[in-house]
């Protein structure tokens, strides 16, 4: 095994470099693993530029911890575990974890809701739990991990942290058989969640893109209908194919502040709102139409709890599409260029291969 290996690291806001660092050595209770390829998140790009709520400012604490290697969308195989490590992991076995590693102790924690943990750590963004956009990463004590079946792409096994986030996002809205469901949002969380809404007895999906391509693999992964903001009224549409009530139930997964706003204005009464994604910005609406005026349930969406084996499952039987979700791939020594072109209307998944 190699003594030294590459790693992208922050230093600070929008100071970002490779270096080359010690391989870490596994404690008693963790894995070290050999990483095969890691993804870009919204998080990741949000995290570059520095805002408020990973950096602290505008009256927010900051989150990350310098210097840190970023990447929590990563997978790869076991090059040693400690003797006391859970799983029954050996070299050579393909393994992902969670992207929260739960402290176990808090009031969450104690209660079963371990990705509500208050520490909140996840990999990449702290310095004493680094991601994956590195050549090894250390999966440590309380780390929540799953095998990776041997037969599965790189396209297949990259997605299924996003993809488990999607599954979650659409198990909050609570979807009834009869339910039409608007699905703001056709990148690859969207598209995760078209996926996911196979699993779920509906009557309509309808998704909502600006860009055209995505809404072609919206379609071609399940959706039902596909609606582009930008060349027709999707309100007064969703209006029309509900006689005149409106959505049941809204998924928010853009980041745009404006698709709140919109969300509101196309759900039925009594219908519900899942607020899933990282806002690009503050979003201000009238509260009275969420509860006087029309009795909305909000219910927001975070991490991926208990659904890595089912999308591994679904994986696995066909039923969850991949092709096409990853659009472009980087080695780590391009790492700044990985990140411009994440930012790019072209691009979907974009992902490190090691």
Not at 50 to 76: I, Q, V
Not at 132 to 140: D, H, Q
Not at 269 to 298: C, N, P, Q, Y
């Amino acid at each position: 095994m190699a003594e030294k290996m590459r790693a992208v690291v922050a230093t600070a806001p929008g100071k970002y470099e490779l270096q080359l660092l010690p391989v870490p050595e596994p404690g008693e209770e963790d894995i070290l693993i050999k990483v095969e390829a890691c993804g870009i998140c919204a998080g990741d790009i949000k995290a570059s530029h520095g805002t408020a709520r990973f950096w602290g400012g505008d009256g927010m604490p900051g989150y990350c911890l310098p210097p840190f290697t970023p990447g929590h969308e990563f997978y790869g195989r076991v090059v040693k575990a400690g003797p006391k490590a859970k799983g029954g992991f050996k070299p050579g076995d393909r393994i992902i974890s969670e992207q929260i590693v739960p402290c176990g102790e808090c009031w969450y924690c104690k209660r079963g809701m371990y990705w509500l943990c208050d520490p909140h750590d996840v990999y990449g963004f702290k310095n004493y739990l680094n991601g994956g956009m590195a050549e090894y990463a250390i999966l440590p004590k309380g780390s929540i991990n799953y095998r990776v079946p041997e037969e599965f792409t790189i396209e297949q096994a990259a997605l299924i942290e996003p993809y488990a986030c999607s599954f979650h996002g659409v198990e909050q809205g609570h979807i009834q058989p009869e339910d039409t469901v608007v699905l703001a949002g056709a990148g690859t969380l969207g598209l995760g969640m078209v996926n996911a809404m196979k699993t779920v007895p509906h009557k309509k999906l309808i998704v909502l893109d600006m860009i055209d391509k995505r809404l072609s693999l919206a379609k071609e992964f399940g959706a039902d209908l596909v609606l582009n903001p930008g060349t027709c009224d999707v309100v007064e549409e969703v209006t029309k194919l509900t006689d005149g009530v409106g959505a049941d139930v809204y998924i928010e997964a853009t980041g745009n502040p404006a698709a709140v706003q919109q969300g509101i204005d196309l759900l039925r009464k009594g219908g519900t709102f899942v607020e899933f994604s990282v806002m690009s910005g503050t979003s201000t609406i009238d509260w009275s139409l969420i509860g006087d005026a029309r009795e909305i349930t909000v219910r927001g969406s975070q991490l991926s709890p208990f659904c890595y084996p089912k999308v591994i499952e679904a994986m696995q039987s066909g039923l969850f599409q991949t092709d096409g979700v990853i659009t472009h791939r980087f080695d780590l020594k391009d790492y700044a260029e990985a990140y411009r072109v994440a930012q790019t209307k072209d691009a979907l998944k974009v992902i490190f291969v090691m």
